[in-house]
Nanobody
C-alpha cells in the first residue's frame, strides 16, 4: 500500500524557519515525483515545489521561489520542505503527494496519484 506521511508542522513565530518532512513507503519505483502543496482555510490547494526521486531535479512555483527549498534523502525515502522567513500567510495545511508515473515539472494537484494526510503549519505574527 502506497503511503505518504507528513510530519514537522507546528506553531512558529513570523520570521522563523521550519522543515516539514514526507516519508514515502509501499512502492519500489525508482523514478517518481514528490510534490509539496498547501491549503489555507477557504483557499484552493496550491503547489509549492516538486522533486524527482531519481536525480533530484526540482521545480518551484513562481510564487514560491526564495523562501522554500525542497530536497530529498533517498536512503530515508523522505522528502523535505524547508521554509524560511515564515509569514502569517504561510499558515496552511501542508501536503505531500506522489506522481508514480514519473517526475514532471508540474504542480497541478490532479496530476498526483497519492496524498498524505497533511501537517498543519501555523505562523503567529
Amino acid at each position: 500500500e502506497v503511503q505518504l506521511v507528513e510530519s514537522g508542522g507546528g506553531l512558529v513565530q513570523a520570521g522563523g524557519s521550519l522543515r516539514v518532512s514526507c516519508t514515502v513507503s509501499g512502492f519500489t519505483f525508482d523514478d517518481y515525483g514528490i510534490g509539496w502543496f498547501r491549503q489555507a482555510p477557504g483557499k484552493e490547494r496550491e503547489g509549492i515545489a516538486c522533486i524527482s526521486s531519481s536525480d533530484g531535479s526540482t521545480y518551484y512555483a513562481d510564487s514560491m521561489t526564495g523562501r522554500f527549498t525542497i530536497s530529498n534523502d533517498k536512503a530515508k525515502s523522505t522528502v523535505y520542505l524547508q521554509i524560511n522567513n515564515l509569514k502569517p500567510e504561510d499558515t496552511a495545511v501542508y501536503y505531500c503527494a506522489a506522481d508514480l508515473r514519473g517526475w514532471y515539472p508540474i504542480l497541478q494537484p490532479s496530476e498526483y496519484n497519492y496524498w498524505g494526510q497533511g501537517t498543519q503549519v501555523t505562523v503567529s505574527s
